[in-house]
């Protein structure tokens, strides 16, 4: 498996991936939102507000982790969303998703951001790093649905400590219906 930061001209390959992974997991309603949601962010975010990170295996896209660019009003420290991230169905459960991640926040570090948070599985993320915070520690941009799933770490040698609110995310999910 090779691990790297994608370069943006495989956006139907990427939207493809995570239509076909959420399908198989949620039904094609919910392959269709997300299938569109990240044909979105990799269209229509600036450049230096994305980072799209890929796995592959002899060629073939296996995994993606989408990071954008997550503002706080006052706050001077940079912060990223990942999200949406998908494993293809046929490779998870072999740490493909958990490498990709680590593969991310490494290099997301390396540029010196701050702060990356996640709205999802506690138990999946909190393998490579994160922890549950409320809305008053790291404020959510849409009023969290499951608000369990909300999740951050700190990339710098000091404990995640709150961020000015509100935030703002990119326009892509700056939307209800994936909160």
């Not at 420290?77 to 998703?97: C, D, E, I, K």
Request: charged share 20%.
């Amino acid at each position: 498996m090779q691990v790297l930061l994608s370069p943006v001209d495989r956006t139907d390959q990427v939207a493809l991936l995570f239509k076909r992974t959420f399908t198989d997991s949620e039904g094609a309603e919910e392959g269709a939102v997300i299938h569109d949601l990240a044909h979105a962010l990799l269209t229509t975010t600036p450049e230096d507000d994305l980072r799209v990170f890929v796995a592959e295996e002899d060629g073939t896209l296996t995994a993606c982790a989408i990071f954008t660019r997550l503002r706080f009003a006052s706050d001077p420290r940079a912060a990223f969303l990942l999200s949406p991230m998908a494993v293809a169905t046929a490779h998870q459960g072999q740490g493909v998703g958990q490498e990709l991640i680590g593969y991310a926040l490494k290099t997301l570090r390396a540029e010196g951001v701050d702060v990356a948070v996640t709205y999802g599985d506690p138990n999946f993320y909190g393998r490579v790093g994160f922890d549950p915070v409320s809305t008053d520690t790291v404020p959510a941009p849409q009023p969290l649905n499951m608000p369990e799933g909300w999740i951050a770490q700190s990339l710098k040698d000091a404990p995640l400590t709150p961020l000015a609110s509100p935030s703002v995310c990119v326009p892509a999910l700056d939307r209800p219906d994936v909160w």
